[in-house]
């Protein structure tokens, strides 16, 4: 199934997260990824949310979101006129053995070792997702104990704004 | 001038044009009814029997009349018994406003007496909800709650008001009638490709639904069939937006829908769909809906537009509005092999009626018919859900817009009653309720409402001692397994009920005595009851199967 992103502006008021996410549960909608947060408006959260779904769910994702009376702004973040990031933190199981391998594959993957202990190192990875995905692959067989991403914040390039986007 | 909360609420609503609200006192609110108290000249108040059905009074008051409906109940278990009402007016897009109380902010959150959190109960069923935690945000938050309840697709909000925010005290200068947000103008573009189709077509039919209604397009939409030669069809939501003695109007699309309807629109080359949302009881299965016919969709919600039904051309905006603009660009035309097909279907339908309906017995259409005859255009013909509202809904000869009141997304059995009160009150007009003994089984107690305030309602009882729409499934689709569909063990007097509240009642059980027992309840200018006695076996037909199609179509008994 294919996966889009969704960026919108709502305002800062407790239950809006509520609202936009309860949504998504009653139409039916699976949400892979959601994350929130400030923005350079006091009033105004950021929500980016990763959907699974194909064109008739992404269409009524968009419009389904415009009708929420807190949401004031949306748009889908087309993977080719966006930048985006998502950070994990990952802890591998640490042995003498596989501590070289995890070292390189931490610096070829452009990465931090940010803790470490005799039996285990936490690893911060911040990309895109398929990065991180593919560094997922490259030390899941060290043994991953346990992980945390945050799901992605996505940007339109250049000067393109959310703000351009009146509502269709 | 300084004002408590409660009187805030109060002089904010009387300022945002209304006149009566519904609903029933509790610990929570007591504030509020001690302002509704001072205002009484001004506001007045209808005390129900239970809070759902002053929240479907509000509802058919604002169905009646366009206007926002108003319910007050308390909190925790008042405010939850709301929530039926609001869904229903959800599923249907009615204005209303919905105000609860609840515990004070001390206590929210503490599991405290009569305590709900019925914002976050009902966030998937209104357009939204408020909690004012703020005395300060309370008149500018009623401004909005109306506002967005009469904005673009119309739909119930609720503002849930803490007990010290209505003692509290706060400045209030007065309030304005805030008027609805105007509608996204339909661009010029999608007009141009709108009548371009249209004159392509060689057979239009006009697919209305309860947005034609709510935008008051009746006009504009006969003088568009007038215009292209073609005939119109309706939802159970669109019901009387179009006469149903029009001569184009053939009649209920849908599971239940009249023959040449379903059939007319199934043969079109060309769909207008005039605030219609293609649910799947008007559509049947959506897989094999309209496939050889291209679909205009006029609606003002945006995300109705290829939600259900993939369609050609999506016109977004006020459908009144947009018809217009596109009238004006149409010629008048002829299309006498269309306009004979559909009579031929007319005639079809008439012959397969006569088969399904015997002269000699008290039917449910000789009961609706005989009914008609005592309704003038402008009466509100409000119904419960079930066998008899389809029955309603086929037969009647609605006239007027928005006289036909009835659940039709939620389906909420229980609903009548209530309505019935809220377009009684709206319209000043005698109301005809249909109900059934299943459904005013859920409602009767709001006879005492009825009664204490002689209003002029007929509920007429169509008593078939069964729950006949799921006993029609059980019959046609489940092997006659009669699960818990028979009422005979009940031995419901329904006019000793009504006697019993002070309403009087009389039965009819045959056909040769119901003219002269029609006439002398008829003759009751008060409330009254009527009950009908129906055969159980009775079916709604025709029908489409669930997921059918409309080669699947059910016309008579013998084919079920």
Redesign the interface.
């Known amino acids: 199934m294919e996966r889009f992103e969704i960026a919108c502006l709502v305002e800062n008021h407790s ?1 809006v997260l ?2 936009v996410s ?2 998504f549960t ?1 139409r039916g909608f699976n949400i892979n990824s959601l994350t929130v947060g400030e923005t350079e408006h006091p009033g105004y959260s950021r929500i980016t949310i990763s959907v699974n779904g194909d064109e ?1 769910i992404r ?2 994702c968009i ?2 979101l ?5 949401v004031k702004l949306v748009k889908e973040m087309v993977p080719s006129e966006r930048v985006s990031r998502e950070l994990a933190l990952i802890k591998l199981k640490n042995t003498p053995e596989t501590r070289p391998e995890i070292v390189s594959a931490v610096d070829i993957f452009r990465c931090k070792i940010i803790d470490f202990s005799p039996n285990t190192l936490c690893v911060e990875i911040t990309g895109d997702s398929e990065k991180i995905d593919a560094f997922i692959t490259v030390v899941k067989p060290y043994g991953i104990l346990e992980m945390c991403r945050t799901g992605i914040v996505a940007l339109q390039r250049g000067c393109h704004y959310l703000s351009d986007d009146e509502p ?1 | 001038m300084l004002m408590t909360g409660a009187d805030i609420v109060v002089e904010t609503l009387i300022a945002q044009g209304t006149k009566i609200v519904f609903g029933y006192p509790g610990g929570q609110v007591i504030d509020l009814y001690d302002a509704l108290y001072k205002a009484q000249d001004r506001l007045t108040h209808i005390l129900s029997s239970h809070e759902q059905h002053a929240c479907h009074a509000a509802d058919g008051y604002a169905r009646a009349t366009g206007q926002t409906g108003v319910v007050i109940a308390t909190s925790g278990p008042g405010a939850t018994n709301l929530v039926t009402g609001i869904a229903t007016a959800y599923l249907d897009s009615v204005p209303l406003v919905a105000i609860t109380g609840n515990v004070s902010n001390a206590l929210i959150g503490r599991d405290s007496f009569q305590e709900c959190d019925i914002t976050g109960i009902t966030l998937p069923i209104t357009k939204h909800n408020f909690f004012v935690k703020n005395i300060e945000d309370l008149q500018d938050t009623i401004e909005k709650a109306f506002e967005i309840a009469k904005s673009g697709r119309p739909g119930p909000v609720l503002i849930d008001i803490p007990k010290d925010v209505q003692n509290g005290k706060w400045e209030f200068n007065g309030s304005k009638m805030v008027q609805p947000a105007r509608d996204r103008l339909v661009s010029a573009a999608k007009i141009d490709k709108a009548i371009e189709m249209i004159k392509e077509a060689k057979k239009p039919f006009i697919y209305i639904g309860g947005g034609a209604n709510a935008a008051n397009a009746t006009n504009e939409i006969i003088a568009m069939a007038d215009l292209i030669d073609a005939p119109i069809g309706s939802t159970l939501m669109g019901l009387s937006t179009v006469p149903s003695t029009h001569p184009r109007f053939l009649g209920m699309q849908g599971m239940h829908g009249h023959f040449a309807s379903s059939r007319g629109m199934a043969d079109s080359d060309l769909i207008i769909a005039v605030g219609a949302r293609f649910s799947d009881r008007a559509t049947g299965n959506v897989a094999k809906f309209a496939k050889k016919t291209k679909i205009i969709h006029l609606d003002v919600d945006s995300a109705e537009m290829n939600k259900n039904v993939q369609v050609d051309l999506t016109v977004c905006g006020d459908v009144k509005e947009a018809l217009t603009r596109i009238n004006a660009h149409l010629e008048p035309v002829q299309k006498e092999a269309w306009m004979n097909h559909i009579a031929d279907l007319r005639a079809k339908e008439e012959a397969l009626f006569e088969k399904a309906n015997p002269k000699n017995l008290l039917t449910p259409f000789a009961l609706v018919t005989e009914v008609s005859k005592f309704a003038d255009p402008s009466t509100p013909i409000v119904t419960d859900v079930g066998q008899h509202q389809m029955w309603a809904a086929q037969y009647f000869p609605f006239q007027e817009p928005r006289t036909f009141i009835t659940s039709g997304g939620l389906g909420t059995m229980g609903f009548g009653l209530g309505a019935a009160v809220g377009a009684a009150f709206a319209t000043g007009k005698r109301t005809i309720l249909f109900t059934g003994d299943g459904s005013f089984g859920m409602n009767l107690n709001e006879l005492a409402t009825v009664f204490a305030h002689q209003i002029p309602v007929v509920i007429v009882v169509m008593n078939n001692k069964v729950l006949g729409m799921v006993r029609q499934w059980q019959n046609l689709f489940y092997n006659q397994h009669f699960s818990n569909t028979n009422l005979d063990e009940r031995q419901t007097d329904f006019v000793k009920i009504a006697e019993a509240f002070g309403v009087p009642g009389y039965h009819i059980r045959s056909l040769e005595e119901m003219p002269a027992v029609m006439a002398q309840a008829m003759a009751v200018s008060g409330p009254v009851l009527i009950e009908a006695a129906i055969d159980r076996d009775e079916f709604v037909l025709p029908m489409l199967p669930p997921g059918g199609s409309m080669d699947q179509i059910i016309t008579t008994k013998g084919e079920a």
């Open positions: 239950g509520t609202r309860s949504m009653r008739a269409s009524q419009k389904q415009r009708k929420l009376y807190n269709q």
